[in-house]
């Protein structure tokens, strides 16, 4: 059976709505990072696909995943630098506690 | 003869020299460097005089030397303001008559200031004055004028404050600051106008009695007079505001709270004439576009003089009768170049107002300088503290006889020769000028003897320490400017100032000049006997039969009175508390409410900032989907 480019895309979809979900609900900062990882994942599935599927035999998408994936490695590595530092100076970190920037 | 810069930058260096490192030299130390700068100007300033009028004549005059110009703003190739020094007939004379009494006043100070506080602070201000007058009278141009006129403004403002714990003397000097600056608005006003229409602010050109040069303010008129008379009678606003002439006299009066001394150099014989100098200075402009406003000088001259002399003679404090007498001055001064006219004889007035502003100011120096010797000596300036004087203080006696003599008008001194052709020159402009005058010339004898006999004659009164003479410092000054006053009448002055520049001989017209001397002799026989004992209790009955003059003359007529009236009542009172009310209700009010408004709004929407980050992740979801669903609506 032929795999069509709508099944990825359902599935990206799916992936980034899941992302979305987790973001705003989790309550734990680890747990809206990893969500936040799902969306990003879910936006290179969609490079891939689009440049498999519709420009065959060119490589900008392939390229622009591998780059955004190499983007969030670097970003996940300050956000857990940032969560670990949140967690040496207030012992928690739990998203609705952290509501000191407000002011 | 480009040296005579010097004189003006001698002064400049002594004044920042001084005040910049003078409290760290001695008070000795200052005096001297400001003195001996002040005497090679003085020395500069003769040479100069010599040299410019042993120079031979150029048709029948001495022709003006610009000796030194350097153009300093630039507008137009035709309007520049330069900076320069320009020496015709009446600057040098007037060169010579600051340095001389500047230099007089130097010395004088010794004595004076002595042990004051601020004594090197006191002698840069002189120099910074001296350096402003000199500058003045050799302006080029109207400009230049202007801007130095403003400097002897200021350092007039700073040596009348110069007892700065005094709140007298500070509330005089700001007095003295703002009445004659509101004069200059009108001055500045003056020079624009003048200078828009001619095209210049050289006085070359404005008063080289060319009327093409004014062609393009012919038939403009203004509230029915044309815009010349307007241009020459606002600038005439700043002469009178500086040369104190009614109704903007009522600074000098007050200006007396500065040191004696300063009195002497800067409200007697220097600055207060600034503003009959450059009537002469622009007397061509007047004579030739405006005559009327001459007689409008004239009038004023007249007024003031009147005036003046009648409150000169009510007034207890000594310095004060000094302070009126010189506006009487003044007054005489204006009104001889308001009646002047321009060739040969009829250019006496010009002449002999000129004179007399030489004349004035050395007898008038001595007569402060005396003062403040007497003042020194009985620490009080009222009369009724003085009183038999002679015998302790001979020295000032004798030279304030002398300048008394002078000034009424008796012969050989030098004030007799000036107000004789004063006299003159008003009798030919018109009778009622001319016997307005000798009455004046008259009241003047008997105020200035009045003032002399309750100094040194009258009843000794009670004093704490015995008066002695001045020091020698002191004395010196005195005895210079005394035999100045003596013989300065016998210079030929019609050869040196005239209104054209050529020779004009002076005659002395033995009808005016016998009518003059006689009615002094009346007016000094009359103040003999009211004031020589002390003890005739004429003036006194006098004062009691007409009381209301008496007070009213006192306080010099209410002027002071009209002037708070019309600015605290009208002007603050009146207009500028509604506008303050305008500004702290409307405008202020606007501002604040604005302020209030964004204050209540933000307080409404501040819950939307709650630091939860997922609240505002949701709230940007909504929004997009939102922008979505409308984007594939549309």
Redesign the interface.
Known sequence: MEIKMEYYLVISTIMLFAG?YG???RRNLLA?LISVELMLNSVDINFVVFNRFLFPGEMEGFFFALFAIGVSAAETAVAIAIIINIYRNIRDIQ??H?????? | MEYTLLILLLPLATFLFLGLVGMKLSERTAGIVGTLSLGLAAVLSYVAAWQFFSAPRVEGIHPPVVAWNFEWLRFTDQLHIDLGILLDPISVMMLVVITTVSLMVHLYSFGYMKGERGFQRYYAFLSLFSFSMLGLVVATNIFQTYIFWELVGVSSYLLIGFYYTKPEAVAASKKAFIVTRFADLGFLIGILLLSYFAGTFSFETLTSGNASVFAGAAGRTFLGCSVMSWATALIFMGCAGKSAMFPLHIWLPDAMEGPTPVSALIHAATMVVAGVYLVARLFPLYYFETPEVLVFIAVVGAVTSLYAAVVACVQTDIKRVLAFSTISQIGFMMVALGVSGMEGHDGLGYMASMFHLFTHAMFKALLFLGAGAIIHAVHSNEMSRMGGLRKKMPVTHITFLIACLAISGIPPFSGFFSKDEILAAAFAFSPWMGWTMSVIAGITAFYMFRLYYNIFWAVPAEQEHEPHEAPGSMTVPLVILAAITCVAGFIPFGHFVSATGAVLPIHIDWRVAGLSVLIACLAIALATCFYRKGTNSLPDRLEATFPRLHRAAYRRFYIDEAYLFVTRRIIFGGICSGLAWFDRHVIDGAMNGLAWLTGRASMAIRGL??????QY??VF?LGTLVLTVWLILM
């Open positions: 979305i973001f705003i609900t809206v998203v609705r952290l509501d000191r920037m407000k002011h | 900032q709650s630091g939860q980050v997922q992740a949701y979801l």
